[in-house]
């Protein structure tokens, strides 16, 4: 059995790899820069770009199942190759956006959407994985951190349910080596809703000195959207954000990590413990 990981050197990505690593299943990685991949020993590793999907043509021979990062510019010539290289089921790397009310509204849920929707009309076998914020969203403050000088935030006082990147990476893999994961959409969180000042007091805790917190509203935090996310994607996507930073819904907390995988998900404690030499701890 031959599993090919898309992004394989992203922060998902890269625990596929390594957890499917632990299975003795058959691995083959792509990476646009396939050179500087640096994938354990006994990785296949090939040069991929899925806004060219013929690209990976030699990476899919022989594959059955693939982990997928979304690019929509290219699903509908990936999916094509997949399938003509005899691939069976699809893991998609999709966003928890995608379960809006009114995805419409949301560039990022819209982004995701038109690739879930393409693998539901494809005849292969899906299974969509949509976490919700990253916690290693928050890596952005490490410089900060590390230099002594206060984190920059908008709105700090907002709540989300930050994810760690393991827990992703553990509900796809279920995914991609079970059976019974077929057409499901795993909406999956951290297991607690929590600040963004708390996460910084925690970074704080675990470094062994107090982070300073600038919580930034109107002008001055819109101004630090557009610096940390206007490159991301189109103009609405800075408004969307914005948006939801001033107004915030409620944090969605979900327990599918651990009804998929056996244990709860891990705490933004837990994912800064493992990241705090990053912040200078």
Not at 5 to 18: H, I, S
């Amino acid at each position: 059995m031959a599993i090919l990981v898309t992004g394989a050197t992203g922060n998902v990505g890269r625990n596929v790899v390594d957890l499917l690593g632990k299975t003795g299943a058959e691995i083959r990685a792509t990476s646009r820069t396939p050179e500087r991949a640096n994938l354990p020993a006994g990785v296949a590793v090939h040069g991929g770009d899925l806004a060219h999907p013929e690209t990976f043509a030699d990476a899919l021979k022989g594959v059955d199942k693939v982990f997928l990062f979304p690019e929509p510019s290219g699903v509908a010539g990936f999916i094509e190759v997949a399938k003509n290289a005899g691939v069976e089921r699809v893991v998609l790397l999709s966003s928890l956006a995608a379960s809006m009310p009114d995805p419409q509204s949301n560039p990022i849920a819209m982004m995701h959407l038109v690739v879930e929707q393409a693998l539901e009309h494809s005849g292969l076998d899906w299974t969509f994985v949509r976490p919700g914020a990253f916690a290693a969203n928050t890596l952005q403050w490490a410089p900060s951190i590390r230099a002594g000088e206060p984190v920059r935030i908008p709105y700090a006082d907002s709540a989300g349910s930050p994810i760690h990147e393991r827990d992703i990476a553990e509900v796809a893999v279920r995914a991609l080596l079970d059976e019974g994961h077929a057409s499901a959409k795993y909406e999956i969180t951290g297991p607690e809703a929590i600040s963004q000042r708390r996460q910084a007091e925690l970074i704080g805790a675990a470094i062994g000195r107090a982070v300073q917190v600038d919580s930034l509203t109107g002008d001055k935090a819109r101004a630090l959207v557009v610096e940390q996310f206007g490159g991301y994607g189109p103009p609405e996507l800075v408004d969307t954000l914005f948006a939801l930073m001033q107004d915030p819904a409620p944090a969605v907390v979900t327990d599918t990590v651990q009804r998929v995988t056996g244990h709860p998900a891990h705490s933004y404690a837990d994912w800064v413990n493992d990241h705090k030499a990053t912040f200078g701890g």
